[in-house]
């Protein structure tokens, strides 16, 4: 990868800027789509072979140039909604505020890496068949947090990652750099958003070895990132399908392939109902490829049961709460060497009335 002084020193006598200073770095790209997608996530069609990278190069592109010219990601624009134009915002500007004392029920905080591998499945060679464990499963489902409280937000918290970096010339060693976010939205859309980058993980040994001999030197990404927003109806969190062909229709939109990705899309966004929990196990039992892996542990520590899907050189996980069926976690494996190449884990969805 070529910065500044590399490409100085290739122009040599013909650079027509010798002399002049070099500026301070910019934050880099790898980093500001980090941020960006920690704000919001945009992923690649499931299935599609992804080496380096979850998103197509031409949306984390432009993710990292909204970020790095104050364009949040998710259609926020200069701190006013998408649609208006400069000095038409009808709008109040949502505010950027300190990182503020949490006042929630805070999960315990996952300890893992420094290296990432895919889970230990109890049947990681020859799984049973996946229909009647799933559908055993959701006819016994127990309310969880968040059929049993109440207030005026929807809160959710996450961990995750949706791309692996190449930091180096020849792309041998790469990096994940982990989000964390805490989100709470209210039914008139108000919300407030606050990430932050975790430290760097490494999908192998290899990558993990090289980086501490040649580790990455800070370049200015902030550690946190308050966002909170006005009222505005467009925000305004829709009511999940109850009709099962309705459910089934959504959660089936792109093709099978797209089945783990909107699960993991819906359980990050929404308080899932449990009889809508229990209908999307029934979904998944009925969906061929769909294979029953049995008992695991996410990367929270927490025990649950896990199915997965292969497709085109990916395999698609999902680990859910055999109590409540709540999705703990979600991860897309990258075969056969094994990177994990996107992952979220589900820390804490409830209602409340306090902002953190």
């Known amino acids: 990868m070529f910065d500044t002084s590399s490409t100085k020193a290739l122009l040599g006598p013909a650079d027509p800027a010798r002399g002049v200073p070099i500026p301070p770095p910019h934050a880099r790209a790898v980093d500001l789509i980090a941020l960006a997608e920690a704000t919001v996530t945009i992923d690649a069609p499931s299935g599609v072979r992804r080496r380096r ?12 140039g909204l970020v790095a010219t104050g364009v949040v990601a998710g259609g926020r624009t200069g701190g006013h909604l ?37 889970v230990a499945f109890e049947f990681d060679k020859q799984p049973p ?12 489902l127990a309310p969880s947090r968040c059929d049993t409280t109440t207030g005026k937000y929807t809160f959710i918290h996450t961990i995750g990652w949706n791309a692996v970096f190449d930091d180096t010339p020849d792309g041998k060693s790469q990096r994940i750099i982990p989000s964390e976010k805490w989100w709470w939205r209210a039914a008139d859309g108000s919300e407030r958003d606050r990430t932050t980058l975790l430290p760097a993980v490494y999908p192998n040994e290899e990558s ?19 966002l909170d927003l006005p009222p505005n109806p467009d925000r305004a969190i829709l009511a999940l399908p109850t009709d099962p062909a309705e459910i089934a229709k959504k959660l089936l939109t792109g093709g099978k392939p797209f ?14 109902p449990l009889a809508t929990r229990a209908e999307v196990l029934r979904i998944l039992a009925n969906t061929p490829g769909v294979v029953w892996r049995g008992e695991t542990t996410d990367r929270a ?8 899907l292969d497709d ?28 994990v190449a996107g992952s979220t884990l589900l820390l804490a969805c409830e209602r409340t009335d306090k902002l953190g």
């Open 53 to 64: 990278i979850l998103v197509p190069v031409a949306a984390g592109v432009a993710a990292a």
């Open 82 to 118: 998408s649609g208006v134009t400069a000095g038409q915002s009808t709008a109040p500007t949502p505010t950027r505020t300190a990182a503020p004392t949490p006042t929630w029920t805070a999960a315990p905080a996952p300890t893992f890496g420094p290296v990432i591998r895919p």
């Open 129 to 140: 068949a996946t229909g009647d464990q799933l559908r055993a499963l959701a006819a016994h």
């Open 208 to 226: 993990y070895r090289y980086y501490q001999k040649h580790p990455v030197q800070p370049t200015g990404t902030p550690a946190a990132n308050v």
């Open 259 to 272: 089945l783990f990705w909107n699960v993991r899309d819906w359980f990050s966004s929404h308080a899932v």
């Open 301 to 308: 520590g927490r025990k649950g049961v896990a199915v997965s």
């Open 312 to 339: 085109k050189g990916a395999r698609h996980v999902l680990i859910f709460d055999p109590r409540t069926g709540e999705m703990l976690a979600w991860d897309d494996v990258e075969r056969p060497v094994d990177t």
